[in-house]
Nanobody, 121 residues
Framework: VQLVESGGGSVQAGGSLRLSCAAS????????MAWFRQAPGKEREGVAS???????RHADSVKGRFTISQDNAKNTLYLQMNSLKPEDTAMYYC????????????????WGQGTQVTVSS
């Protein structure tokens, strides 16, 4: 499955952004979909995931601020990001794997090209 992210940009701390990830085909019943991010000099980390049964998981660092969702009719994954902080600055990637979710980036087989999020203080 091919993935294309959009929606990144530059915002001030406390602002909001919504990232989108368009999939080339339906993923809802077979794939785990997830968002990862990678800041310069840091390892890629899991941000949020949504499993085949709709179960969502959010990293502790974003819990209460970010929300993952998907629209199966549009083959699109979303990440609503509120109360953004400078430490959220990173390249954000959409990923998919035909198994149950994890936050282990090496388990994912499909990746988008990434969208940059920059949060200024």
């Amino acid at each position: 499955v091919q993935l294309v992210e959009s929606g990144g940009g530059s915002v001030q701390a406390g602002g909001s952004l919504r990232l989108s990830c368009a999939a080339s085909r339906y993923t809802g019943s077979r794939y785990c979909m997830a968002w990862f991010r990678q800041a310069p000099g840091k390892e890629r980390e899991g941000v949020a995931s949504i499993d085949k049964d709709g179960t969502t998981r959010h990293a502790d660092s974003v819990k209460g601020r970010f929300t993952i969702s998907q629209d199966n009719a549009k083959n699109t994954l979303y990440l609503q990001m509120n109360s953004l902080k400078p430490e959220d600055t990173a390249m954000y990637y959409c990923a998919a794997v035909a198994r149950y979710c994890s936050f282990l980036y090496w388990e994912y087989s499909s990746w988008g090209q990434g969208t940059q999020v920059t949060v200024s203080s």
